[in-house]
């Protein structure tokens, strides 16, 4: 059995794949820091492996282009394909919070703010410096204590949807055997296609206000743990000379500070 097959599966069942924006993953999570260059044969594989076709993956890049995402080369018979200036001034603030350290200590001193929207004003509580700046009123101090009713709507039904399919996807790779450096390479970058897209579109809840009952108590650690478990085998793929792919540079001190890892290390 096809050990990556559940979560090949789990990303095509969510209505039409976005196959543009799983490039930009792949750009972000195989290529930056392996020289920021990719060749069209070896993204062309590791899109294969998740399930998407060539004429999917060729409609997508010539959207990234467009769009100002991308731009490709021609090297002898090779299309080559890196991320443009304003793609990169796009990605960077992303990358910074995809790959942000797990919270290692607990939260000592909060922050509660408050908008003032019309005749219902809305309030949110977050670890002291992380409240916006545009807020119409900041308390800050010691939490003294939060009622369970409080605590289970901080995370809303499509947050809490988006918590299950990373707790799906981070079950199965915690139990795959993964063998081949190819799996490891799609395997990661659809971790963290699903990662990257709660991070970036929910307010990531902090480990003390999780609810009981939400799929993961800790997120940001379980995806991090999953990662460094798969990255040997996906690194070993970029590394390899086979099947008419060239190897990649190698890569540079970005990846070890991925997720505070060296920091574990």
């Known amino acids: 059995m096809d050990p990556l097959r559940p979560l090949i599966d789990a990303l095509h069942s969510e209505g039409r794949l976005r196959v543009w924006s799983l490039v930009i993953t792949v750009f972000g999570d195989l290529v930056q820091h392996r020289g920021g260059v990719i060749s069209t044969a070896r993204l062309g594989a590791v899109m294969s492996r998740i399930g998407v076709e060539k004429g999917a993956l060729r409609t997508a890049l010539s959207r990234l282009g467009r769009d100002g995402w991308v731009e490709s080369e021609r090297v002898g018979r090779t299309s080559l394909y890196r991320l443009s200036p304003q793609g990169l001034e796009r990605f960077a603030p992303a990358t910074s919070l995809i790959y942000a350290p797990p919270q290692t200590g607990d939260v000592e001193h909060w922050s509660l703010y408050v908008y003032l929207n019309g005749s219902l004003p809305s309030v949110g509580l977050v670890p002291e410096g992380r409240a916006p700046l545009d807020a119409d009123c900041v308390v ?3 939490l003294a204590e939060m009622s369970p009713a409080y605590r289970a709507r ?22 795959a055997e993964l063998s081949e ?3 490891g390479a799609a395997a990661r970058v659809m971790l963290v296609h699903r990662w990257r897209r709660l991070v970036l579109r929910h307010p990531e809840p902090v480990r003390e206000l999780m609810p009981q009952d939400a799929a993961l108590s800790d997120p940001r650690a379980a995806t991090a743990s999953v990662y460094a478990r798969v990255s040997p085998l996906a690194e070993a793929w970029l590394d390899q ?9 190698a890569p540079d001190a970005g990846l070890s500070q991925r997720f505070g890892l060296s920091e574990g290390s």
């Open 140 to 142: 800050t101090g010691r």
């Open 154 to 175: 901080i995370l809303d039904d499509e947050m809490r949807a988006a918590l299950t399919a990373l707790a799906a996807d981070i079950a199965v790779l915690e139990q």
């Open 181 to 183: 450096p190819l799996d």
């Open 241 to 249: 000379a086979e099947g008419g792919l060239a190897a990649m540079p």
